[in-house]
């Protein structure tokens, strides 16, 4: 009985402790909101009040104000985009105040089923399934490298890249997160991405992106 007590104390003080900090990203209009807490673990795209108000409860409530353009959530960190005519100084504060007293409120993130429908809705739509089955084995090699090299650099700026699509030495990728819009997002792609692929690829002739 005295273990339950423990687990149960330190669950409360586990949510006291509860720590919420900002890291800049490349994006000017996009703020990254880092806790001690995992929020969800993988990906979890928001670009639109309807998808957030369908399977994140969290990003819904950031939508309300009139400030926010977009949410991100992925670990143990959320990415909101703002309009572009709020500067960051005056909205700041107000969001971090607010994702730090829903957290403590435990409040839900993510739906249960949302991986699961997304999933769903790529295989319906066909989205990063675009390549010949001739082009399978190159395809796997370039979501290995995305995977490898780019994805987690890519997390650390609070944002999200995703294979969409190849086609005679085309490489298709979706930008998530601070990713999506962010005026050095053509330079990293082209400069980093591009590069690194045509390098270790030579059927790569160009990489182009897709705004989530």
Known sequence: M??????????????????????????????????????????????????????????????EKPFVKGVYISNNFVTITKEPNYEWSDIMLKLKEFIKDYLQADGEIVKDGFFEAMAEKQARTGAGMEYSEQDAEIVKKIRELLDKYVKPAVEMDGGNIQFKAYKDGVVTVLMQGSCSGCPSSTMTLKAGIEGMLKRMMPEIKEVVAEMG
């Open 2 to 63: 005295s273990l339950f007590k423990k687990s149960d104390k330190s669950t409360e003080t586990a949510q006291q402790a509860l720590l919420l900090y900002t890291e800049q990203t490349p994006n000017p209009d996009s703020l990254k909101y880092v806790t001690n807490r995992m929020l969800y673990r993988g990906t979890a795209d928001f670009p639109d009040k309807e998808t957030a108000n369908e399977w994140s409860p969290l990003a819904a409530a950031l939508f």
